[in-house]
DNA sequence: TCTTTCATACTAACGTTTTAGTATGAAGAG
DNA sequence: CTCTTCATACTAAAACGTTAGTATGAAAGA
């Protein structure tokens, strides 16, 4: 079940949302957000930041007082990799059932539709 | 990181997969299907196929010798829901973004892309 | 019948992910 | 200067997922 160097666990996936969301911060901002969420311990969060950082997700440099957290991965290509890595999973591989799948099965508004038809061409 | 009730771990979707694709059939069936693709214990097998059947995804009656395992849940509605969860955490429900992701990075053929453009009608 | 093969239940170990406590030292308040 | 607050490192346990061994009994083969 070896996940690639650009796959992200459930919990580890809330705090880079966060962390792309707010720009460098420190653990004590992510907490704060994700506080508003659910119940969670400072110490949680201290403690998934370093795992990010040493998977690469995160990178910390010295602040005034706490560190500072930064996305060293751009969101896009993890999402990418995210992506990629369910549809090998769950389509085998390929994209176009999951695309006739969303077009089908979510409710899109017209306008939506517009985008998606104007972007195939 | 409570998973809905129709979502299923990575390796038993590989063995959804192959019930689905077999239809009825016992865990001697699957764990050669299986085997094909990789080193595995039959017992393993089995200990899994008893779990989706406490969970739910697959029913399981008296056979000749063996018992038979059948799906209780259609691929597609398993599926769908996989595909819904994946959305929330990972676009935060919103089916759009995903979508162009995949007309954007993906590489699909012209006859493809006039698929999924006629099921946009 | 005796032996081998097979299916199942039960049990458990291992790996990963998630969660948080405790210890330590630094910064800030008084 | 002392006390409190805060950040970090270290540690570890809970929770989950995955894998498979062992025991048991049934069936098949000789």
């Given at each position: 079940m070896k996940s690639g160097?650009?796959?992200?666990?459930?919990?580890e996936l809330e705090i880079m949302k966060v962390v792309w969301?707010?720009?460098p911060c420190n653990v004590r901002h992510v907490y704060e957000a994700l506080l508003e969420q659910r119940?969670?311990?400072?110490?949680?969060?201290s403690t998934m930041m370093n795992i990010l950082e040493?998977?690469?997700?995160?990178?910390?440099?010295?602040?005034?007082k706490a560190f500072v957290y930064?996305?060293?991965?751009p969101q896009k290509t993890v999402i990418r990799a995210m992506v990629r890595e369910f549809v090998d999973r769950v389509f085998n591989g390929a994209a176009e059932p999951l695309l006739l799948h969303l077009v089908e099965d979510e409710q899109l508004s017209k306008a939506e539709l517009d985008e998606i038809r104007r972007s195939i061409k």
């Open positions: 160097k650009y796959t992200l666990t459930g919990q969301r707010l720009g119940k969670i311990a400072y110490t949680t969060v040493t998977k690469g997700f995160l990178k910390k440099k010295a602040g005034d930064a996305p060293s991965k």
